[in-house]
C-alpha cells in the first residue's frame, strides 16, 4: 500500500474517532453506558456477522477449531470497549478520546521492551523517543487537570474520575493487543 495512502487512512480514522467522540459525548454521559453498547454492538454484530456468513461461510465454519483464540480476542474487545464507554459516560470527550489513542503507541513500545514484537526489531531514534516522552507528558498532564478538577465535567467525585482513567488505560491497552 502507498505510505501516503496508508497515512491519510489512519488521520482519517482518528479524526472520525475524535468526530464521534465529541458530537456523541453527551449522549453518553446521559445514556447508561451499558445501553449503549446493547444498541451499539447488536446491530453491528448481526448485520457484520450476516455478511461474513454471506460471503465467508467456509472460513466461519473453521472457528470451533480456533475457540481460545476466538475467545481471546472477544475478552479483549469487550474489556476494551466496555472500559472506554465507561470512560466517556464520566470524562470529558476529547480527554477520553486523548487518552484512549494516546496510550496505543507507548502500549505498543511496552510490548516491544517485554520482548513481544510484531513487526521485528526496530531501534527507537532520538526523535522518535522525544515524541514518546513528549506523549507521555501529554497524557499525564490530562490526568493532572481530571484528577484536579479542571477538566471541564463538574460534579464528578474523584474515585469515578480515577476509575475513568484506569479503564482508559485498560481501554486503549486491550484494544491494541
Known amino acids: 500500500m502507498n505510505r501516503s495512502l496508508g497515512i491519510s487512512m489512519i488521520l482519517i480514522f482518528c479524526f472520525s474517532q ?7 459525548g453527551h449522549v453518553f454521559q446521559r445514556v447508561d453506558f451499558f445501553a ?3 444498541l451499539a454492538f447488536i446491530p453491528s454484530t ?6 461474513a456468513w454471506w460471503r465467508y461461510r467456509d472460513e466461519i465454519r473453521a472457528l470451533p477449531g480456533h475457540w481460545p483464540t476466538l475467545a481471546a480476542m472477544n475478552v479483549a474487545t469487550a474489556l476494551a470497549w466496555t472500559s472506554y464507554f465507561f470512560g466517556l459516560s464520566h470524562l470529558e470527550p476529547v480527554i477520553v478520546n486523548t487518552l484512549h489513542s494516546g496510550i496505543a503507541p507507548l502500549t ?16 527507537t ?26 477538566s471541564g465535567i463538574g460534579g464528578q467525585s474523584a474515585s469515578d474520575s480515577l476509575m475513568a482513567l484506569c479503564l482508559l488505560l485498560v481501554s486503549g491497552t486491550s484494544i491494541t493487543i
Open 18 to 24: 475524535a468526530f464521534r467522540d465529541v458530537y456523541l
Open 36 to 38: 449503549v453498547i446493547l
Open 46 to 51: 448481526l448485520f457484520f456477522g450476516a455478511i
Open 108 to 123: 505498543v513500545i511496552v510490548l516491544s521492551a517485554a520482548g513481544f514484537s510484531f513487526a521485528g526489531k526496530h531501534a
Open 125 to 150: 531514534g532520538k526523535l522518535e523517543a522525544v515524541c514518546l516522552a513528549g506523549m507521555m507528558a501529554a497524557l499525564a498532564g490530562l490526568w493532572w487537570l481530571v484528577l484536579n478538577g479542571s
